[in-house]
Nanobody, 116 residues
């Protein structure tokens, strides 16, 4: 099972940008579908963006046009570029690696806070 470590979170003002990284180890990264989820206080975890092993991407409507997911199969890393951040983007962001039919793997999460 692949191990995941997120980085890049922090405090940013509204309208600012952050890039999250998720480094994978212990598995064949290129065959996994990768996703970024987030969980705000008192809310359920939601899928923000995903990228398939072939590079196809999907986004939740609330981040379309602002966030971009990408992967580097040489560096075994998936990224989430977040632009035009809003206070409602504040959450803990988690990286996920999925390979049907096996259980998916989760990172420990990284806090993103958007506030002036």
């Amino acid at each position: 099972q692949v191990q995941l470590v997120e980085s890049g979170g922090g405090l940013v003002q509204p309208g600012g940008s952050l890039r999250l990284s998720c480094a994978a180890s212990g598995g064949t990264f290129r065959i996994y579908a990768m996703g970024w989820y987030r969980q705000a206080p008192g809310k359920e975890r939601e899928l923000v963006a995903s990228i398939s092993s072939g590079g196809s991407t999907n986004y939740v409507d609330s981040v379309k046009g602002r966030f971009s997911i990408s992967r580097d199969n040489v560096k075994n890393t998936v990224y989430l570029q977040m632009n035009s951040l809003k206070p409602e983007d504040t959450a803990v962001y988690y990286c996920n690696a999925a390979r049907v039919p096996y259980p998916s793997s989760w990172g420990q999460g990284t806090q993103v806070t958007v506030s002036s």
